[in-house]
T-cell receptor
Framework: KAGVTQTPRYLIKTRGQQVTLSCSPI?????VSWYQQTPGQGLQFLFE???????NKGNFPGRFSGRQFSNSRSEMNVSTLELGDSALYLC????????????FGPGTRLTVL | KNEVEQSPQNLTAQEGEFITINCSYS?????LHWLQQHPGGGIVSLFM???GKKKHGRLIATINIQEKHSSLHITASHPRDSAVYIC??????????????FGKGTHLIIQP
């Protein structure tokens, strides 16, 4: 069974630009969660999607958004990039919710210049 | 808002030693995850606990709901256990699940 895939793996953007990251969950998994990891703040929860609906959102500004498609694939978008958005963005899939075992993707390393 | 604290932040031990990593949280939770992250970023889920104890190979995880505390133990530690270990708690509020709150991680180095 294929694992969670994320594209792209690396991305360099400049301040003010926007970016879209993609996550394909394990087949059969309907919940996708997104996380941001930085050296200073560690891992932080961004949002969780289930059956194309955002079920929960972390404490991030509205510049961070996401969506989930009918095949459970998910995208997250960050608009008006700031230097502080440089981070490793991880997605994780699970069968139904975060109380189930989470399977993490390799992450997308975003650098904002 | 849930606060998750891990200790120690850094731990260096000799091969074969028994390792304990602790995790405390501030509010009631429905589940607690232990994760392992190797250099390069890949994260692997080790355990998901809601009560009691789980064992997988040389790894043991326990949780005490009343004391809001969980521990991860590694028996007969090996250099390949060197990684960052992260606990993450799932709590619920009136609006539903709050999403996972993560500890800062424990950097473990096992020397041969």
């Amino acid at each position: 069974k294929a694992g969670v895939t994320q594209t792209p793996r690396y991305l360099i953007k400049t301040r003010g630009q926007q970016v879209t990251l993609s996550c394909s969950p394990i087949s059969g998994h309907r919940s996708v969660s997104w996380y941001q990891q930085t050296p200073g703040q560690g891992l932080q929860f961004l949002f969780e999607y289930f059956s194309e609906t955002q079920r929960n959102k972390g404490n991030f500004p509205g510049r961070f958004s996401g969506r989930q498609f009918s095949n459970s694939r998910s995208e997250m978008n960050v608009s008006t990039l700031e230097l502080g958005d440089s981070a490793l963005y991880l997605c994780a899939s699970s069968l139904t919710n975060s109380a189930n075992e989470q399977f993490f993707g390799p992450g997308t390393r975003l650098t904002v210049l | 808002k849930n606060e998750v604290e891990q200790s120690p932040q850094n731990l260096t031990a000799q091969e074969g030693e028994f390792i304990t990593i602790n995790c405390s949280y501030s509010v009631g939770i429905s589940a607690l995850h232990w994760l392992q992250q190797h250099p390069g970023g890949g994260i692997v889920s080790l355990f998901m606990l809601s009560s009691g104890k789980k064992k997988h190979g040389r790894l043991i995880a326990t949780i005490n709901i009343q004391e809001k505390h969980s521990s991860l133990h590694i028996t007969a530690s090996h250099p390949r256990d060197s990684a960052v270990y992260i606990c993450a708690a799932l709590s619920y509020s009136g609006g539903g699940a709050d999403g996972l709150t993560f500890g800062k991680g424990t950097h473990l180095i096992i020397q041969p």
